[in-house]
């Protein structure tokens, strides 16, 4: 693994069906972070982690969940899905520790619920 | 509120110069960030500002006014592969990053 990695690469989903989008990066970063994209918005933040074994929530948390058992991985879970969850989610990460900061982002996962 | 303003689109010629322009209101100031986001792919990181001036990298460079809350993305020598879409976005005083919708930019030969 170079990165970071999100599976799946893209999903339909029956309303009312639990979803769990997985995150994985090898970078060793503290923080990692769960966006989702809609067409004419800005990337707008769902969870975030500054470190293993805490979490956050962002701007548009509801009907979403989030764990960070480790380092590595950052699952988001929906719970019962609904077609305003369809979107594409992007996972991201950062070192949580230089001026910078800089986020570096997955591939990101297409989820459509219908 | 928050807000990040950029245009929607732009368009501009193969080998020209475009400007992007980003005016930003948030709650604190922790630095701007250029990402550049290709149809389809993920955003990948273009450049950093946290104090005013001029950041050149290559053929890409950025401004920052923190006074005026303003940045713009220069783009020199424009090639094809440049179409997509540019964000913007603020650091605010959560150290969160807040992010404009983005400026789609078609580059015609």
């Known amino acids: 693994i170079a990165g970071i990695t999100q599976a799946p690469t893209s999903q339909i989903l029956a309303a009312g069906r639990r979803m769990t989008l997985r995150c994985t990066q090898d970078m060793r970063h503290n923080a990692m972070y769960w966006y989702r994209q809609d067409l004419g918005l800005g990337l707008r933040l769902i969870h975030y982690s500054n470190t293993a074994g805490t979490t956050g929530k962002g701007e548009v948390p509801d009907g979403y969940s989030v764990s960070r058992a480790n380092t590595d991985d950052f699952p988001l879970t929906l719970a019962s899905a609904v077609p305003s969850q369809t979107s594409v989610y992007f996972c991201a990460s950062s070192d949580g520790e230089s001026g910078t900061d800089t986020q570096y982002f997955g591939p990101g996962t297409r989820l459509t619920v219908l | 509120g928050q807000n990040i303003d950029q245009p929607t689109e732009m368009t501009a010629t193969e080998g020209a110069i475009v400007q992007i322009n980003c005016t930003y209101q948030?709650?604190?100031?922790?630095?701007l960030f250029w990402y550049q986001q290709h149809a389809g792919e993920a955003p990948t990181f273009l450049s950093y500002?946290?104090l005013d001036g001029l950041e050149e990298k290559g053929r890409f460079s950025s401004f920052l006014s923190r006074s005026k809350g303003y940045s713009y993305l220069l783009l020199k020598e424009l090639q094809m592969k440049d179409s997509a879409s540019y964000l913007c976005?603020?650091?605010?005083?959560?150290?969160?990053?807040?992010w404009g919708a983005g400026t789609k930019l078609i580059i015609k030969p």
């Open positions: 948030t709650s604190g100031f922790n630095g």
């Open positions: 500002n946290v």
């Open positions: 976005a603020v650091r605010d005083s959560n150290y969160q990053l807040i």
